[in-house]
């Protein structure tokens, strides 16, 4: 009987394991290709790693934005798009999340970020 227990532990963290591993990828690095199977410059590598892999948003802006908002908790990600300028990268996130009323809004920031990531000022924001 513990066999058997032991046994069902085992194959449910194998079967654990195995999804992890196919949703995180087999090693292949398939990161540093582009979609056409070009190669990608040590330079798109460099701000790829601003920008999180999950959902697109860059990383450092998001935590300004969440600081900013009346409800950090309701934040969500809606878009983010950027221009390389080579000595600095501009950013524009799109986001929604509660007002003061308790209603949800669509807004958006525009920054500029230095070539590491880290935000240098907000340039402009609107709704």
Not at 19 to 25: E, L, P, T
Not at 71 to 84: A, G, K, N, Q, R
Not at 102 to 111: C, E, L, P, T
Request: without cysteine; proline residues 2%; charged residues 30%.
């Amino acid at each position: 009987m513990k066999t058997k227990k032991m046994t069902t532990h085992f194959l449910s963290a194998l079967a654990v394991a195995f999804f992890i591993f196919i949703a995180f990828g087999s090693g292949d690095d398939d990161s540093k290709t582009n979609a056409d199977g070009t190669p990608k410059t040590e330079r798109q590598i460099q701000l790829e790693k601003q920008f999180s892999a999950w959902d697109g948003s860059h990383i450092e802006l998001t935590k300004i934005i969440k600081k900013a908002m009346n409800d950090p908790d309701s934040y969500e990600h809606v878009e983010t798009v950027y221009w390389d300028m080579t000595d600095h990268v501009v950013v524009r996130t799109t986001y929604s999340g509660k007002n003061a009323f308790g209603g949800r809004v669509k807004n958006w920031v525009k920054a500029k970020a230095d070539n590491n990531g880290k935000i240098i000022e907000i340039i402009e924001e609107g709704n």
